[in-house]
């Protein structure tokens, strides 16, 4: 087991990641220190993981919340869902909340834990390739609304965050390529040499090999774990963990949440992004062709939906948490390893990369 940790003063907590972790009865037991616990997850991981997790919790007073299953029930309508199970098991303000779940459980986990009572204790065991190397590590916490991604939300931090690799062999391989959308941003906007090697591993981390896909995840977490040691509430440099989501999360809005996964809106988001670095000539060719390329090895899609338009994307771009006084701000590349931090970005510029993308639209 790899032990990591994101050092954010009272609030730091350890990352642990390994194989066979939620057999092991120690880790759940380090970091609850309550009799009331409540596991929230889903549908599909319920049947998979929520009785190994329950048999390490015989000594407490456990409630499990199961919600349904997707990015379209992100909603405070299952959050509230989490909340009326809390109240009508009386569970005070010293509970511990469990999410146990991909990051759409672990970011409506964490929103519920942040508000119930005005903040419990709350641990993520991650179980998708992308709640492992990004949504459980940095304390994002919140919902979907109809109107914007993630707009209704709160920053809080879990108190420990479980990787068990093993549940990732029941994930199926177009989430795991969308997990990997996210391991592909860290080398773009911080570790070049990274980049290099996920270019040269593509085959063997799709292959799912352990040794290259333990890297992968550790890879990632040390990143976002400094990225978020830096700047905890997103003053700065964390900005950069959102590369291509601005252009993402209108692929999601805009196309009902559900119909692209998170990662798969990210890769094309990236792409788009990387086109714009062009514009802004901070890339050249070849990187962006580098950079489709490498979602391309690992089956990402590349190219916007055919039903956005130019329109639609600004609109959508417009209500993003980045933006400041209504403005559409942006992340682009400056070269492969650095992102630029978040900045207005001139219609016409971004107007090109919309149009010049939306021409390849699949
Ligand atoms: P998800 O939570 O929807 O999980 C993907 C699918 O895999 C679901 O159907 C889920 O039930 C299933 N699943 C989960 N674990 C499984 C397993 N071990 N075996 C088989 N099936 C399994 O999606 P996701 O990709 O994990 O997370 C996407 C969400 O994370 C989005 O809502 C996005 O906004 C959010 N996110 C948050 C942050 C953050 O910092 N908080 C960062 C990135 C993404
Ligand atoms: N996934 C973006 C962040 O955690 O800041």
Not at 71 to 86: D, P, R
Not at 175 to 202: H, R
Not at 261 to 289: F, M, P, Y
Request: glycine residues 8%; charged residues 20%.
């Amino acid at each position: 087991m790899k032990q990591l940790q994101v050092e954010l003063g009272v609030r730091s907590y350890p990352i642990y990641i390994g194989e066979n972790l939620l057999t092991r009865s120690d880790l759940l037991g380090r970091h609850i220190k309550s009799r009331q616990v409540v596991v929230v997850t889903n549908v599909t991981v319920a049947p998979l993981y929520l009785e190994v997790v329950l048999k390490k919790l015989t000594d407490y007073q456990v409630e499990t919340v199961i919600l349904p299953d997707g990015e379209q029930y992100k909603t405070l309508e299952h959050v509230e869902t989490i909340f009326t199970a809390l109240l009508e098991k009386k569970f005070s303000r010293n509970a511990t909340l469990i999410a146990l779940g991909g990051g759409v459980i672990g970011d409506m986990g964490g929103f519920a834990a942040a508000c119930y009572q005005r903040g419990i204790a709350f641990i993520q065991i991650p179980t998708t390739l992308l709640a492992q190397v990004d949504s459980s590590v940095g304390g994002k916490t919140g919902v979907n609304h109809p109107l914007g991604k993630n707009m209704i939300g709160a920053f809080y931090q879990p108190q420990a965050v479980i990787a068990d690799t093993t549940v990732l062999d029941t994930l199926d391989d177009r989430q795991f390529s969308a997990g990997l959308a996210e391991v592909i941003k860290y080398g773009l906007i911080a570790d070049a040499e990274f980049f290099s090697w996920l270019e040269l591993n593509a085959k063997k981390l799709l292959a799912r090999e352990k040794e290259v896909l333990a890297y992968a995840i550790e890879k990632s977490c040390i990143t976002k774990a400094r990225i978020v040691g830096e700047d905890e509430f997103e003053s700065g440099v964390r900005a950069t963990l959102n590369l291509g989501h601005t252009f993402g999360h209108a692929i999601e809005t805009g196309t009902g949440y559900g119909e692209y996964l998170h990662g798969e809106a990210v890769a094309i988001g990236t792409c788009q992004a990387a086109d714009l670095s062009r514009r802004l000539g901070w890339l050249n060719d070849k990187d962006v062709a580098r950079i489709i390329r490498i979602f391309e090895q690992v089956n990402l899609p590349v190219t916007p939906p055919k039903t956005m338009t130019t329109r639609h994307y600004i609109e959508l771009m417009s209500v993003d948490k980045k933006n400041i006084d209504g403005a559409i701000r942006v992340i682009a590349l400056e070269k492969i390893g650095r992102a630029s931090l978040p900045f207005n970005v001139k219609r016409e510029v971004l107007e090109q990369t919309l149009n010049s993308t939306l021409e390849h639209s699949g």
